[in-house]
Nanobody, 125 residues
Framework: VRLQASGGGLVQTGDSLRLSCVASGRTASGYALGWFRRAPGKEREFVATVSRRGGGTYSADSVKGRFTISRDNAKNTVYLQMNSLKPEDTAVYYC???????????????????WGQGTLVTVSS
């Protein structure tokens, strides 16, 4: 599975941004998909994940109520809608694909089998 993320950029506090990640490969729809981020000087952290068919999602507490993950299997694309952005959301955001058998609330940086290249989100204060 190959993952190509896009949509990052420079925004101001309170703005919105939507990230997209296209998954290619004939087995892409068989994976759960998720987003992680790595802020400067910090470890990569889990952001959100969506089940194989899109019926289930799980998000980190730090983004609940502000970020929404979704997927469109017809387009092989996973999205991360980010609202009310804060400076602490500044990071490189990575999309990832992982086994659908792993419970969404157990996802960690060790879960994904495949990673995208990352897209930078910078939130200015």
């Amino acid at each position: 599975v190959r993952l190509q993320a896009s949509g990052g950029g420079l925004v101001q506090t309170g703005d919105s941004l939507r990230l997209s990640c296209v998954a290619s490969g004939r087995t892409a729809s068989g994976y759960a998909l998720g987003w992680f981020r790595r802020a400067p000087g910090k470890e990569r952290e889990f952001v959100a994940t969506v089940s194989r068919r899109g019926g289930g999602t799980y998000s980190a507490d730090s983004v609940k109520g502000r970020f929404t993950i979704s997927r469109d299997n017809a387009k092989n694309t996973v999205y991360l809608q980010m609202n009310s952005l804060k400076p602490e959301d500044t990071a490189v955001y990575y999309c990832a694909a992982g086994s659908p058998s792993i419970p969404l609330d157990l996802w960690s940086a060790r879960t994904p089998s495949y990673w995208g290249q990352g897209t930078l989100v910078t939130v200015s204060s």
